[in-house]
């Protein structure tokens, strides 16, 4: 069992005009991780930020870089996001045909290796890699794009990733991401996630970043809901 709940704050619905601001005030917030999401224009549709962001990340915090690689071939990159600071890297199973030499290489280079499932992707997919994964990412959107609504089937599914765990005895983060809000956090907490990605509800929070995170951080911990 991990004990507090994990926020990793995905720079995705940042404005990137100030995106070191943005970073700093997810930190000031209490985001516990900084979460920057690669798509490539062929795995996803959306092309989005590489190496250099990450780079940039890393000056602007020294929090850990969660960095999801929604892109095809993520073998040919994992050097290239090691030296740019990235302290975990998570591929689509989807996008390996060699997950496990993927997965093995990632910590080979000295990085926390991750591994997320799209919606129509059973848990089962990760059986046979789980001791080497440090997380285990379930999309509860389709990835492409943040502010989209969570998918309800996610939740039976989380709690399949979490019998997985359990019945391994392994220590993996079992992480969400797609949809997370002050209501769908709880209810995925409640089906068995303990890290939990969210871009729209931090960066674009009507009171700011600082009250996103805080907002979620009560609704995962209701003990500081007076505080
Ligand atoms: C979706 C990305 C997510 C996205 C989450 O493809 O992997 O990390 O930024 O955005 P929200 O929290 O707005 O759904
Ligand atoms: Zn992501």
């Known amino acids: 069992m991990h004990g507090r709940s994990i926020l990793s704050a995905s720079i995705l619905a940042a404005d990137f005009t100030d995106l070191g601001g943005a970073v700093r005030a997810a930190e000031s917030g209490g985001a516990d991780w900084i979460h920057i999401d690669v798509m ?12 250099v962001v990450v780079e940039a990340c890393r000056r602007a915090t020294r929090l850990p870089l969660d960095v999801h690689l929604m892109v095809e071939h993520p073998e040919t990159l994992l050097a290239a996001f090691r030296d740019a600071g990235s302290d975990a890297l998570t591929v689509h199973v989807e996008a390996c045909p060699h997950l496990y030499r993927t997965l093995e290489t990632i910590r080979d280079l000295g990085m926390k290796p991750g591994a997320a499932l799209n919606p129509g992707t059973p848990v089962s997919a990760l059986e046979e890699v789980l001791p080497l994964l ?21 939740l039976s599914k989380l709690t399949r990733a979490r019998g997985l765990r359990e019945a391994a005895g392994s220590d993996v983060w079992i992480e969400v991401d797609g949809g997370i809000t002050p209501e769908t956090a709880g209810r995925a907490a409640a089906a068995g996630a303990e890290a939990f990605v969210a871009a729209h509800a931090i960066f674009q929070h009507p009171q700011g970043i ?18």
């Not at 440090?134 to 996610?154: C, K, T, W």
């Open 40 to 51: 490539d224009g062929h795995f996803v549709p959306a092309l989005t930020m590489g190496p």
């Open 134 to 154: 440090d997380r285990i990412l379930v999309m509860s959107v389709n990835p492409g794009a943040y502010g989209q609504p969570f998918l309800e089937s996610s």
């Open 210 to 227: 600082e009250a996103g995170v805080q907002s979620l951080r009560r609704a995962l911990e209701p003990s500081l809901a007076s505080a």
